[in-house]
């Protein structure tokens, strides 16, 4: 049985920034939240460092955009920062509405923490090491029973429908696998990042950057694909996806030695072990390339099953006590800084289609993003956008779906191929990875070409994990210079002609220098 349903709003995504948009968008008309796996199953669980809030006496919100900004190496939007930054007082207030349990000193004051590039302790926290999962845990039962949310589990997102330069809804197939047809007022994707594309992330399995592939087949713009960001500190261990290990471990004192256990760190950056993401997963990577293996020596921190408790259980499970044990480490695939381009208010090039969180590039996090902004974007845009949902009052003017292309819809196959998958994560680890070189991204981009000639047209998860895959190795490709985030050992240094962002919009890829523009196109053979 086909279903056409006509609602106000269609969020994709169950992470924080879809579980608030819904919750605060269900005020101005009905919801549907659309997650292709269960609604707790997403990367907001897993975060455990806080949300970055400028609430101490010594810190004010000008410290936080300076420290985001430095770290974000002359990519972020300064309009983005301040409207971000200057919120997250106010997000913290109404997760505390919310009933989010952060912790607290004996006066009752607010601990926080410090992670790796902020000048101050500004890290707010729940649950020691589990604030994404307590963040989890208060919004869900408001999404839940609220009557004017309803949610589609297992429901996966195939196509977004757009006429005269607008989104008026979107294709999806249920978990009985039958189409379905929303007509919407607007369209908010927040599907989160693509780690699940690299052999070694942090990421749980649903994130494949289904969302890029979306909007990029709609025609919306991309922006700065090749910053994906490496967490230097993902517990080394047989599982998938591996066990993360917070930045404030480092915070708290933890030191980063190699296996003579010599420290190491001051030989990359005066800031050692709180130095930037991209540049402590850069020296552990150059360490480990010697033949040395890496750990993380904890074990100065006191209580430190008390105040990281989800981390002590990832050790405990593979048999080591961090306050004995060096605990050993390597990068993992953690964060896409680049994505879907909107501004704070999650707008996009396409009408009536928003990207929030993970999903957006917003110009918060440039080339490089500043620890525990990532919780604290997703609810601020989640906030604004959600302003903009209630000005829109109609459905948008869309003509009726074509019978012929609903039929389309249910012959498509939403199962990925495992095989192709794996092929996917080691190409793209391998030459995509922490160090790039135009030789690998050549060679990533042909096999990548090679498979989206083979692939059958029906193989819908399979075409938007290659066709994400490709987005990220293009701009790669484009950036002949390294920053932030995106190491090229061809182009160490950063080169101004590139103090600009990566832009792709359909099959090619539009750059703009300063202010010149040009079309860039890959000149390959397949």
Request: glycine share 8%; proline share 4%.
């Amino acid at each position: 049985m086909r279903q056409s349903v006509q609602i106000d709003f269609a969020v994709v995504g169950s992470g924080i920034a879809g579980l608030t948009i819904s919750l605060l968008a269900a005020q101005h008309g009905r919801v549907a939240l659309l997650t292709k796996g269960m609604l707790r199953d997403s990367n907001s669980s897993r975060a455990q460092g806080g949300i970055a809030a400028a609430l101490a006496a010594d810190d004010n919100p000008l410290l936080h955009q300076e420290d985001t900004r430095i770290t974000g190496q002359e990519l972020c939007d300064s309009q983005t920062v301040s409207a971000i930054v200057d919120e997250a007082p106010d997000v913290i207030r109404f997760l505390q509405q919310l009933g989010v349990p952060f912790d607290c000193d004996e006066a009752g004051n607010l601990c926080m923490g410090r992670e790796g590039a902020h000048s101050r302790r500004r890290i707010v926290h729940a649950g020691g090491d589990a604030t994404g999962r307590l963040l989890v845990e208060a919004l869900l039962p408001h999404v839940a029973r609220h009557p004017h949310i309803d949610i589609w589990e297992h429901t996966t997102v195939l196509e977004l429908l757009t006429e005269n330069g607008e989104c008026s809804g979107l294709l999806a197939k249920t978990v009985d696998g039958q189409p379905v047809w929303l007509q919407t007022r607007a369209v908010v994707l927040a599907t989160g990042g693509l780690g699940q594309l690299f052999q070694y992330t942090t990421n749980v399995s649903g994130s494949l950057g289904d969302g890029f592939a979306l909007a990029y087949r709609a025609g919306a713009v991309l922006r700065d694909m090749e910053f994906v960001q490496f967490h230097p500190t993902a517990l080394r261990t047989d599982s998938h996806p591996l066990p993360l290990i917070s930045e404030a471990v480092r915070g708290d004192g933890a030191i980063l030695v190699n296996a003579n256990g010599e420290r190491f760190m001051h030989r990359y950056d005066p800031r050692q072990e709180l130095a930037s993401r991209d540049v402590v997963a850069r020296a552990i990577y150059a360490e480990m390339q010697t033949g040395q293996d890496v750990f993380l020596d904890a074990r100065a921190i006191p209580n430190f099953s008390g105040r990281f408790p989800t981390i002590y259980q990832s050790c405990h499970k593979i048999g080591l006590d961090p306050s004995t044990d060096l605990l050993p480490i390597a990068p993992a695939a953690h964060y896409t800084m680049g994505g879907i381009q909107t501004d704070a208010h999650g707008r996009t090039s396409v009408n009536r289609l928003f990207a929030i969180g993970e999903a957006a590039s917003s110009g918060l996090h440039g080339a490089n993003r500043l620890a525990s902004n990532s919780l604290l974007e997703g609810l601020v845009m989640a906030r604004l956008a959600a302003q903009e949902l209630a000005d829109m009052t109609e459905l948008s003017t869309a003509s009726r779906l074509p019978k012929t292309q609903i039929d389309h819809i249910q012959t498509l196959n939403v199962s990925l191929s495992p095989w192709l998958l794996k092929q996917v994560q080691t190409i793209m680890w391998t030459h995509v990875g922490i160090v790039r070189n135009e030789a690998d991204l050549i060679a990533a981009w042909r096999q990548i070409a090679n498979w989206m000639h083979d692939l059958p047209d029906f193989n819908r998860a399979d075409h938007h994990l290659l066709t994400a895959a490709r987005l990220v190795v293009e701009a790669a490709l484009w950036r002949k210079e390294s920053r932030g985030a995106h190491y090229r050992s061809d182009f160490p240094e950063p080169d101004r002609l590139f103090k600009t962002h990566s832009l792709q919009v359909l099959t090619k890829q539009f750059v703009q220098l300063g202010s010149e523009s040009s079309l860039y196109q890959l000149n390959m053979e397949v």
